[in-house]
């Protein structure tokens, strides 16, 4: 009974476990724990610690579920581009697991973590589902193979499916669950601060209002919650898009998400100049209007509340925060 959600134990996975517990849907966690963390997981759901490579695991289970929100996967675009292979066993090959054993066991249905790297470097200032996608980054193409690999299954094998694509999502829905890692700018940023080093902006001549790169910054339970409603759609047999971006219209500066968490955190700081970090784009903003309408996505978070419950999150983490 219920759904499986892989990765549950990752910042993002156990976000999404909460929500559909809260909207009283079982569910079970597989992950490996590679990046994920155990006590993430709620008390009393079930964790089958395994790898997606794992097919027997996988087979197992998958017994009784109704349907699956894929989020366990390799998440580090600048990464991926010197371990190209790694990412595809990850994100690809396991992905073709997932679904060869979802056939196998006759669950038909999957929610799966896409995302903004699929488009790579857009030519529009507001993204939408039909913006073209050119990857820039083994891990995006990845993402985008995902989505192939659900409208092909969906077309030969019945399968009902969605892809939400993740613009850049950050905050806490609970203090026990933070963003650790180690390549995003709120985990460094509260990293330096923490370890009493000075957070660094990547890039100031970026063709933007301050030269400094503008992202669409979402608060995780909203995105989590927006699972939750694809699940509902995908159980219901309602009508689904195969593609939703969950963006929220709004950009915000890498100045302007340091001010604020130099207002929230009351730490004074001035943020160290540095280079560009090679294939990062000027801007990229999406529209979640076609999400607004059939998942009932809305941005219920501010910037300052995704900044303070990040922080409430990292302070409590204390000596538990990996690294
Ligand atoms: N960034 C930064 N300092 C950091 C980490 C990131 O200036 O310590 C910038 C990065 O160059 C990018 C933005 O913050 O412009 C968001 O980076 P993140 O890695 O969080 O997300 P993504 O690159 O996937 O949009």
């Given at each position: 009974m219920g759904w499986l959600v892989t990765g549950g134990a990752g910042y993002i996975g156990a976000h999404v476990v909460r929500a559909f517990q809260a909207a009283g849907i079982e569910a079970t966690v597989l992950d490996d724990?590679?990046?994920?963390?155990?006590?993430f997981v709620p008390d009393g759901v079930p964790v089958v610690?395994?790898?997606?490579?794992d097919r027997a695991a996988v087979r197992e289970a998958l017994?009784?579920?109704?349907?699956v929100v894929h989020v366990a996967g390799f998440k580090y675009a600048g990464v991926s581009v010197q371990r190209p292979l790694h990412t595809y066993e990850q994100n690809v090959s396991a992905m073709v697991i997932l679904l060869q054993e979802m056939l196998e066991a006759g669950v038909d249905k999957l929610v799966f973590s896409s995302s903004?790297?699929?488009?790579?470097?857009?030519?529009?200032?507001l993204v939408t589902e039909t913006t073209a996608t050119r990857p820039e980054s083994p891990y995006g193409e990845s993402k985008l193979i995902g989505e192939w690999l659900l409208a092909d299954v969906g077309r030969a094998n019945g399968l009902q499916h969605t892809s939400l694509r993740y613009f850049n999502v950050v905050g806490s829905?609970?203090?026990?669950l933070y963003d650790a890692s180690p390549h995003n700018l709120f985990p460094l940023v509260f990293d330096a601060l923490v370890n009493g080093r000075t957070p660094k902006i990547?890039?100031?001549?970026?063709?933007t209002p301050d030269g400094t790169c503008v992202r669409d910054y979402i608060h995780v339970s909203d995105l989590a919650e927006a699972h939750v409603a694809a699940a509902q759609r995908l159980a219901a047999g309602q009508e689904i898009e195969p593609i939703y971006n969950l963006g929220s219209g709004e950009g915000s500066s890498v100045r302007q998400i340091m001010d604020t968490i130099r207002e929230v955190t009351g730490i004074d700081f001035e943020p160290e100049l540095h280079p560009r970090r090679p294939g990062d784009p000027d801007r990229i903003v999406a529209t979640g209007e076609l999400a607004a309408r059939d998942?009932?996505?809305?941005?219920?978070?501010?910037l300052q509340q995704m900044v303070a419950s990040a922080w409430e999150a990292r302070q409590k983490a204390g000596d538990s925060y990996p690294g």
């Open positions: 724990l590679s990046s994920g963390i155990s006590s610690r395994a790898s997606l490579l017994h009784g579920i109704d349907g903004a790297a699929t488009f790579g470097v857009p030519d529009v200032d829905g609970t203090p026990e990547f890039g100031t001549d970026y063709d998942l009932g996505w809305q941005m219920r978070h501010t």
